[in-house]
């Protein structure tokens, strides 16, 4: 199995930053991707960045504020927000692609959530 431990949300006020950081652990054969997703009240979640293949995509709203980098060594994925907005509000989760069997197919992770408050 594999476990995605998110940190570093929080409450921030608009124009402000925060750096959310995602963990995988567990016997990761194969990583196809990485990235963050984000649920605000009453909404569905919803997509907001990736790693795919050496490739990012980001939702269109965030594109220029946020960026999503990884350290492969340490299954780590980051999140660095910049000029928050109070619609940035929500909980954020990570979510990972791994092959963890062998099998050549991946399986998809979620981790438990972090949650990002923009407000003066």
């Known amino acids: 199995q594999v476990q995605l431990v998110e940190s570093g949300g929080g409450l921030v006020q608009p124009g402000g930053s925060l750096r959310l950081s995602c963990e995988a652990r567990g016997s990761i054969i194969r990583t196809y991707s990485m990235g963050w997703y984000r649920q605000a009240p009453g909404a569905q979640r919803e997509f907001v960045t990736e790693i795919i293949g050496g490739t990012t995509n980001y939702k269109e709203s965030v594109k220029g504020r946020f960026t999503i980098s990884s350290d492969s060594a340490k299954r780590t994925v980051y999140l660095t927000m910049n000029s928050l907005k109070p619609e940035d509000t929500a909980v954020y989760y990570c979510?990972?692609?791994?092959?963890?069997?062998?099998?050549?197919?991946?399986?998809?992770?979620w981790g438990q959530g972090t949650q990002v408050t923009v407000s003066s």
């Open positions: 979510r990972g692609e791994f092959d963890i069997g062998g099998t050549g197919y991946p399986n998809t992770y």
